[in-house]
């Protein structure tokens, strides 16, 4: 049974602005902290946001600072995270990730072209 579903991600030119959402199968989403991370070609998966529970508190990776936004909104049991300002960098497979059960979404796959 899928539990975490990603969209939003596609091609975009950089500078430009993507939205992915995450929606959870389950009322348990509201009471776990959640995260995306990525994973570009030939490297490691890497943590690009975290937020708790209730959505009061965040963290980013500083490679995305001042430019992404992770959010959420339990009533609709679905996570989001803006992307501005998107550079070439940023092009990789990104996953949600429920860090209170473990689980991993199937992926949506972000390309910033130069």
């Known amino acids: 049974q899928v539990q975490l579903v990603e969209s939003g991600g596609g091609l975009v030119q950089a500078g430009g602005s993507l939205r992915l959402s995450c929606v959870a199968s389950g009322s348990w989403f509201r009471g776990s902290p959640m995260s995306w991370y990525r994973q570009a070609p030939g490297k490691l998966r890497e943590l690009v946001a975290r937020i708790n529970s209730n959505g009061g508190s965040t963290n980013y990776a500083d490679s995305v600072k001042g430019r992404f936004a992770i959010s959420r909104d339990n009533a609709k049991k679905t996570m989001y995270l803006q992307m501005n300002s998107l550079k070439p960098e940023d092009t990789a497979v990104y996953y949600c990730?429920?860090?209170?059960?473990?689980?991993w979404g199937q992926g949506t796959q972000v390309t910033v072209s130069s």
């Open positions: 990730h429920d860090e209170g059960r473990g689980d």
